[in-house]
T-cell receptor
Framework: DGGITQSPKYLFRKEGQNVTLSCEQN?????MYWYRQDPGQGLRLIYY???????QKGDIAEGYSVSREKKESFPLTVTSAQKNPTAFYLC??????????FGQGTRLTVV | AQKVTQAQTEISVVEKEDVTLDCVYE???????LFWYKQPPSGELVFLIRRNSFDEQNEISGRYSWNFQKSTSSFNFTITASQVVDSAVYFC???????????FGKGTRLHILP
């Protein structure tokens, strides 16, 4: 079945550690996105990519990095520079200005 | 700058009541797309509807209806005869024709009480 898959569902990070969240899609979508969701904050855009090997910063890119080496994959690394990484992270993909498809999310907790 | 405002942070209604979720957007572009998504407790966003800026026709899908008015830059969503399963967070979103960036409102948390 076509869809978008995020892994892992839950992730724990120690202070000062980098962690990478996986996002894979088999919908042949050009655009992919990463959002962060905190309680009462809605969805805030971290990074998005409209094409392979290209990506743009969103509203809260500091402390995060991404890569887009393949059309299907858009991993997000939460670096040690991100001081408050505990949140729910959502990945999405879309084709042009059509509706976006979302993954089930990764809940990241700092321990 | 582009912006989507959902002024209602949280709404509670009793089952079978009608409820309207407001969405106001800002853009100077003439071609754009508006969306509504539902986020149930599981966390994954589900697409509900997409409208382009040239189509102001209202749409009805079962108990759901949408009212798009360019004159007031609004794209409101009404649930008729609400049900407990409608309880979720609802997001309004804007996408410009010249860009794939999705601009979300902050969402409205809807509680349908039995």
């Amino acid at each position: 079945d076509g869809g978008i898959t995020q892994s892992p569902k839950y992730l724990f990070r120690k202070e000062g550690q980098n962690v990478t969240l996986s996002c894979e899609q088999n919908l042949n979508h050009d655009a992919m996105y990463w959002y962060r969701q905190d309680p009462g904050q809605g969805l805030r855009l971290i990074y998005y990519s409209q094409i392979v090997n290209d990506f743009q910063k969103g509203d809260i890119a500091e402390g995060y990095s991404v890569s887009r080496e393949k059309k299907e994959s858009f991993p997000l690394t939460v670096t040690s520079a991100q001081k408050n990484p505990t949140a729910f992270y959502l990945c999405a993909s879309s084709f042009g200005q059509s509706e976006a498809f979302f993954g089930q999310g990764t809940r990241l907790t700092v321990v | 700058a582009q912006k989507v405002t959902q002024a209602q942070t949280e709404i509670s209604v009793v089952e079978k009541e009608d409820v309207t979720l407001d969405c106001v957007y800002e853009t100077r572009d003439t071609t754009y797309y508006l969306f509504w998504y539902k986020q149930p407790p599981s966390g994954e966003l589900v697409f509900l509807i997409r409208r382009n800026s040239f189509d102001e026709q209202n749409e009805i899908s079962g108990r759901y209806s949408w009212n798009f008015q360019k004159s007031t830059s609004s794209f409101n969503f009404t649930i008729t005869a609400s049900q407990v399963v409608d309880s979720a967070v609802y997001f309004c979103a804007l996408v410009l024709n010249r860009d794939d960036k999705i601009i979300f409102g902050k969402g409205t948390r809807l509680h349908i009480l039995p």
